[in-house]
Each structure stands twice: as C-alpha cells, then as structure tokens.
C-alpha cells in the first residue's frame, strides 16, 4: 500500500525559505505532487513530478519561487520554497498516483492523484 508522510512545515518570516519532503512507500508510483490548502481557500495544486523521467509542472502562484525535486533511492520528494509570501501560508500535502497521466493536465488536478498524505502546516509572518 502507498503510503506518504510530509515534514519540514514550520513558522518563516516574509522573503524566507522552506525545504518540504514527502517521504513515500509502495511500488511503481509514476508521479508525485504538492497541494495546499489555504485557510477558507480550496486546495491548489503547486508543483508534480515524474518518478522516472523527472518531468515538472508547476502553478503560475508558484512558478520561480517553488522547485520540485526527488531522490529515488531515498524515496523522497522535495519541495524547495523560497521568496515565501504570507499568501503562502497553508496546509501542504503530498500526492501520489501510479496512473500514467499527462503531467500537463491531469498532475495538478485533485482527481490525478489517488494517495494523499496527512499535511504539513506552512505559516510565513512577521
């Protein structure tokens, strides 16, 4: 069974950096993305990528700001965020599917993904 747990969430002032990881397990995962959820807000979809190839997608909101990255013999994917906004603050998830999906269209998408993990909390104030 696919199993993903987040850490790394925390408490960073304006302008600062957050380093996410998503540490998974199971087998033949094709890809893995990032969510939030902001207070009041619906979940939005930030950044995927491909276990095998390494293929990206990110949202505009996040775009220059965001890198995703992973390490396959660690089974961990990375989520470097940096220039962070208070607009950032949210809950992150961790998603994963074995589905071969278009990285395009359907990684960012609520209905691309089929394990989820529980979340870590972002908070950027002064």
């Known amino acids: 069974q696919t199993q993903l747990v987040e850490s790394g969430g925390g408490l960073v002032q304006p302008g600062g950096s957050l380093r996410l990881s998503c540490v998974t397990s199971?087998?033949?995962?094709?890809?893995i993305a990032w969510f939030r959820q902001a207070p009041g807000k619906e979940r939005e979809g930030i950044s995927c990528?491909?276990?095998?190839?390494?293929?990206?997608n990110y949202a505009d909101s996040v775009k220059g700001r965001f890198t995703i990255s992973r390490d396959n013999a660690k089974n961990t994917v990375y989520l470097q965020m940096n220039s962070l906004e208070p607009e950032d603050t949210a809950v992150y998830y961790c998603?994963?599917?074995?589905?071969?999906?278009?990285?395009?269209?359907?990684?960012?998408?609520?209905?691309?993904?089929?394990?989820w993990g529980k979340g870590t909390l972002v908070t950027v104030s002064s």
């Open positions: 990528i491909t276990y095998g190839g390494g293929r990206t």
């Open positions: 998603a994963a599917t074995h589905r071969i999906i278009d990285v395009r269209h359907m990684c960012l998408r609520d209905d691309g993904m089929d394990y």
């Open positions: 199971g087998f033949a995962i094709y890809a």
